[in-house]
């Protein structure tokens, strides 16, 4: 029998992926005698106060009691007997009140800054009504500090989570390094200072979910980042434009929202494989894959993991945003179906190079 201690494995600590938040940090994972991880999964996120992620292999089995009868596991030195798997309850989902969204909107993060000129650059005078729609539409906050608060709100507009990240206001890029924590979270700070209870659990959604009620019939746009999701709807605003929060984040739980509308996902540089992939089982609704990064970036862009953000903002630069289109590939036919019954969907066909995958036929009757 196995006995499974908690421990930093850090031969795969530093690449691994947090399955909760997404975040690349070390990762406690519960290991054997042999200093074998039980599964990827089975583990406690360092940021845990953050993040609140721990998958216990007692969790594990319970979820899986197939491995546990294939390996006659233990805990804690005690024998685990094999029983009947119980139905889970489901789990209440908790929430964080509307004002401190409503307290936080302000155009004062050095986010927003960067997105400022960027906007001015592109739309001149124009560029201040965009802004303002962004603002309200995404309900983008600051802190004291210059962060930015990217909100999940819910499509019932609850609010699940705030993720607060700063920004340098000159490039756009993450600050990541020095004094500043790479990712914060406004539940978190709340549980600080005991305004949410301990036993007040995260339930993450997408990012701009929101948005999707008042929208039943444009195309969705799924990005891995807030950020990518931000300018996106900044320069094609025909699209609601969401984010998983990180490539990790493609979960069912959190895609489902999504049923029975038609999405193009763009992956970053080193995310097409696994979206390319996951897309096969959405079966729930009409996915279409951009291959543009795949396809076109550089070497070099493909080595920094550059995003859908960063190809548009290099597209400003080079002028040449609305020339990276392509002809349809084996998928044109199938697409073409989907084009009669989503028009503007032809036009975003037209600014990318867009791939269907996980596709069936689809039926007249469609």
């Known amino acids: 029998m196995s006995n499974y201690s908690l421990q930093s ?81 489901p789990t209440s989902v908790c929430y964080i009140p509307i004002h401190y969204v409503e307290k936080s909107q302000s155009v004062h993060s050095n986010f927003f800054r960067f997105l400022s000129k960027l906007l001015i ?3 001149g005078s124009k560029a201040k009504e965009v802004l303002n729609r962004l603002l309200e539409e995404y309900r983008l906050g600051a802190t004291h500090d210059g962060a930015v608060i990217f909100w999940q709100i ?12 700063q920004y ?9 390094g020095g004094q500043t924590s790479a990712v914060n979270w406004i539940h978190s700070i709340l549980k600080k200072q005991q305004v949410l209870p301990e036993e007040w659990q995260l339930s993450q959604c997408l990012f701009g979910e929101h948005l999707l009620r008042d929208n039943p019939d444009k195309v969705v746009i799924l990005v891995e980042s807030e950020k990518s999701a931000v300018i996106g709807s900044a320069i094609f605003p025909g699209y ?47 996915v279409i894959v951009s291959d ?58 037209d600014d990318f190079d867009l791939v269907l995958v996980g596709a069936s036929p689809i039926e007249s009757s469609d």
């Open 9 to 89: 494995y850090k031969g795969m600590a530093t690449r691994h992926t947090c399955p909760n938040c997404g975040d690349r940090h070390s990762f406690a994972y519960y290991v054997n005698e042999q200093d074998t991880p039980l599964h990827p999964s089975v583990g406690r996120c360092n940021h845990e106060s953050s993040c609140g992620y721990h998958y216990t292999p007692k969790q594990y089995f319970h979820d899986h009691p197939e491995c546990r009868a294939a390996n006659d596991f233990s805990f804690d030195r005690q024998r685990v007997e094999q029983k009947t798997k119980q139905p889970s309850q």
């Open 121 to 123: 650059a592109y739309y």
């Open 154 to 165: 819910d499509r019932n507009d609850k609010v699940r989570t705030g993720k607060v990240m």
């Open 168 to 176: 340098n206001p000159e490039d756009g890029h993450r600050i990541k």
């Open 240 to 286: 609601v434009w969401l984010a998983t929060g990180g490539k990790s984040q493609m979960k069912e739980e959190k895609l489902r929202v999504l049923s029975g509308r038609t999405v193009l996902l763009f992956p970053d540089a080193d995310g097409y494989t696994e979206w390319k992939q996951r897309a096969g089982s959405m079966t729930f609704c009409k």
């Open 292 to 349: 543009i990064i795949e396809k076109n970036a550089t070497p070099e862009q493909k080595a920094a993991h550059i995003d859908i953000a960063d190809w548009i903002i290099y597209q400003i630069k080079e002028g040449r945003l609305m020339c990276t289109a392509n002809h349809l590939v084996e998928a044109e036919r199938i697409l073409q179906r989907m084009i009669e019954k989503n028009p503007v969907l032809q036009k975003l066909i």
